[in-house]
């Protein structure tokens, strides 16, 4: 979903699918975000140290053991600093987990970057221009439904530049996609923190997902709450946001505000009636006929 310019050849426009079914309200919502890109052909480097294995093994969890204090002690040696190694378990390909699953590299995978990062040094201008490469790459790998390639060239763009907004956001995206809500709501707010301009459409995705997370566990107020508050600052931004508005709208019926649910519905439908959600929409009906007749189960 990205709406911030891009250069080369990803269009101002917008990126994603955001899917979610919520059986307890009884409607299902579709936000369709698209990227424009050029053929994966186009796309070249000297050398591109890439492991074309995909593999999909999950993690087992590892627990860092807790530093403890000596504050108190009598030992007049200096206290040790134990490092605890976070090495991913055998046979998991750290290429392939968001921002390499945050495990520590081995050497051999440290010697690989460091070729890679110089071959990059070679063939660009800069290592935010590579970055940037890469992030478009990824976009158009996700566009095409290769989460795996996706996750790999994030992950290079992030090797190279570790503020590339588009990583976190294109990593989040694919977290959610894959179930991991919180995973995904970490990574865009990272996005947003790194932002320097105010991003409109980073908020409002990552309003949907506090959206999907608050229809799962309709008790938890702060979902909703953080949903409501980027959505408001979105249009407070951008105020012909229409997408926002339909976020906005869900919000209002999450909350069984029928009425002003439809408020909001209609104030995004005046903009661009083309944009509306009809799912929302439908939702809406079987709430509350429309208070202005226009609109018919």
């Known amino acids: 979903m990205l709406l911030f310019n891009r250069k080369a ?3 101002k426009n917008n990126f994603i699918f955001l899917f979610f079914l919520t059986g307890f309200y009884g409607y299902s919502q579709q936000v369709l975000l698209k990227t424009q890109t050029k053929s994966t052909s186009d796309l070249s480097v000297k050398r591109i140290y890439i492991n074309s294995n995909q593999n999909t093994a999950k993690l087992s969890s590892i627990e860092p053991k807790a530093n403890r204090s000596f504050e ?10 134990v490092i605890v190694s976070k090495l991913a378990p055998k046979g998991v390909d750290l290429n392939f987990l968001p921002l390499f699953g945050g495990f520590d590299k081995s050497e ?3 010697i690989e970057d460091q070729i890679f990062l110089s071959d990059c040094d070679k063939s660009f201008n800069s290592r935010t221009e590579a970055s940037e490469f890469f992030a478009k790459m990824a976009w158009q790998y996700l566009e095409e439904g290769n989460k795996n390639n996706a996750i790999n060239r994030f992950n290079l763009s992030y090797l190279l530049n570790n503020k590339n907004i588009d990583v976190y956001w294109g ?6 996609q894959s179930g991991n809500s919180s995973n995904a709501v970490k990574l865009l707010n990272d996005g947003l923190t790194l932002s320097k301009e105010p991003n409109h459409v980073l908020m409002v995705d990552l309003a949907t ?7 799962e566990n309709p008790n938890s107020l702060f979902e909703i709450t953080k949903a409501r508050e980027l959505l408001e600052k979105a249009l407070f931004i951008q105020p012909s946001y229409i997408t926002a508005y339909m976020q906005l709208t869900l919000v209002e019926i999450l909350e069984n505000k029928i009425d002003l649910a439809w408020e909001i519905f209609y104030k995004g439908y005046e903009l661009n009636p083309k944009e509306i959600n009809p799912e929302i929409l439908n939702e809406l009906l079987n709430r509350k006929e429309d208070p202005k007749g226009f609109f018919k189960k």
């Not at 009598?74 to 206290?79: D, F, L, T, V, Y």
């Not at 990593?171 to 959610?176: D, R």
């Not at 997902?209 to 229809?215: G, N, V």
């Open 108 to 110: 051999s995978h440290q």
């Open 72 to 81: 108190n002690s009598n030992i007049e040696s200096a206290e040790k600093v």
């Open 209 to 215: 997902i506090y959206l999907k997370m608050a229809s």
């Open 9 to 11: 050849f990803v269009k």
């Open 171 to 176: 990593l989040g995206v694919i977290e959610y």
